[in-house]
């Protein structure tokens, strides 16, 4: 008879401490919501009483949108609020035709900071470089400014100039460059042969929409050579289709390129490789990154280093491993928000960490510059000049070495 009320007692305490659980959830979720009326009541208020109140006359959208503007500036600095004028600006740039200079930037901790200038743009022939900071636009400081009027400000009729005062790690004053600013039309896939090494050389500067179909006539224009270097140096980006549909191309069938996580269910994502590899798997393959390559170019490094289908040489990459979606609104405006965060096959979550290289080949300031420098005028001149370039350099020995090592097993 004790252990039957000892039972019931157990049952009915299990019953109340669930009901309690219950009441003390819808309780806490209750609490949650007065306290998000009360704070909307408040911003009710301040609206009320600035358009009320406020020196000059004042519209609704302005209050609305700065007000928008500032929420996303609030999350993280890749979360944006676009007005309709700025967002159809915005999304030209994936399809790699727009006006300005030629620049990736982020805004933190009130930084304008250059992820990568892109190849054969204005900024990239003047010289800018991933990590400086823009302290003035035209004179202006860009410590108040939003990311998004740091790009209307850079941006203007072609052939107009815009002055920018650069902070660089390693120099002793800030410095000024004045760009001409143009439209700019973007080969984001280059291609070559190296020379007496029959490698190909694959040079990706974006990952737009049109980067697939170039990137796969590369991959079956090489598919017979002895290697494949691919190289992501100061690649800022771009799509996260399209790092995904290129290392599809790469990876055998069913292998994990990429996944995502975020607290909406609907963000959690994981990216296989749906195809059989465009160039066999014996073909070694190199890829070169730095400090420049982030976001769609970590996708694509991480995809191949955690699946063993590539090595990777150069410096850490950027470390930027958040997902942005675009979302418009109904009068044409839209944010751009940070809905999740991306892993690589291996797990490995890189945001602020990056990615360090297989074989680390350091370049310093200089050198990097001296490289950049050589580049730049070999194009613009059109003249063919040996460029010290010690990261390419070991990947080419790399690949050398391995066919060499096969050869040994054979």
């Known amino acids: 008879m004790k252990s039957r009320i000892s039972l019931v007692a157990g049952i009915i305490l299990i019953f109340v401490a669930g ?75 994936t399809h790699g035709e727009f006006g300005g200079l030629g620049i990736e930037i982020i805004m933190e901790n009130h930084k304008l900071i250059i992820v990568a200038p892109i190849e054969d743009t204005p900024a990239w022939r003047a010289g800018l470089k991933p990590g400086d900071v823009i302290l003035e636009i035209n004179g202006e400081p860009t410590d108040k400014m939003t990311l998004l009027q740091a790009v209307k400000k850079m941006r203007g009729k072609p052939g107009t100039k815009v002055t920018l005062t650069i902070w660089r790690k390693g120099v002793e004053k800030p410095f000024k460059v004045t760009i001409t600013r143009a439209i700019i039309k973007i080969k984001s896939v280059k291609t070559k042969e190296l020379e007496n090494s029959n490698i190909g050389y694959i040079r990706l500067t974006q990952f737009q929409e049109n980067s697939t179909e170039d990137f796969e006539k590369a991959l079956k224009k090489f598919k017979n050579k002895k290697g494949i270097i691919i190289d992501l140096r100061n690649n800022p980006g771009g ?38 590899p465009i160039i066999p798997t014996e073909i070694p393959i190199v890829v070169l990154v730095n400090k420049g390559s982030a976001s769609a170019s970590e996708i694509l490094t991480g995809a191949l280093k955690d699946n063993n289908r590539a090595l990777i040489v ?16 109904p009068d044409g405006s839209g944010i751009k928000l940070t809905t999740a965060h991306y892993y690589t096959p291996s797990g490995k979550m890189i945001m602020h960490k990056g990615i360090t290289p297989d074989i680390v080949v350091h370049v310093s300031e200089k050198e990097e510059m001296e490289r950049i420098k050589a580049e730049r005028e070999a194009k613009i001149h059109g003249t063919k000049v040996k460029i010290k370039d010690p990261q390419l350099d070991t990947a080419i020995n790399a690949i050398k070495i391995i066919n060499f090592a096969k050869k040994a097993e054979k």
């Open 19 to 93: 009901l309690s659980f219950g009441i003390a959830a819808k309780t806490s979720q209750q609490d949650k919501l007065k306290e998000d009326l009360k704070l909307l009541g408040m911003y009710t208020e301040v609206f009320k009483i600035v358009k009320e109140h406020y020196v000059e006359p004042v519209s609704s959208k302005k209050l609305i949108y700065g007000s928008l503007r500032g929420m996303m500036n609030a999350l993280d600095p890749f979360s944006t609020f676009f007005t309709p004028e700025e967002f159809k600006d915005f999304t030209t740039e």
């Open 239 to 276: 799509l996260l289709s399209t790092a995904v549909a290129i290392a599809d191309m790469i990876l055998k069938k069913g292998e994990l390129i990429v996944y995502t996580k975020g607290r909406d269910p609907r963000a959690n994502e994981k990216y296989y490789s749906e195809h059989d």
């Open 314 to 329: 150069g410096d850490k990459t950027f470390g930027k491993a958040s997902v942005q979606t675009l979302i418009p609104l």
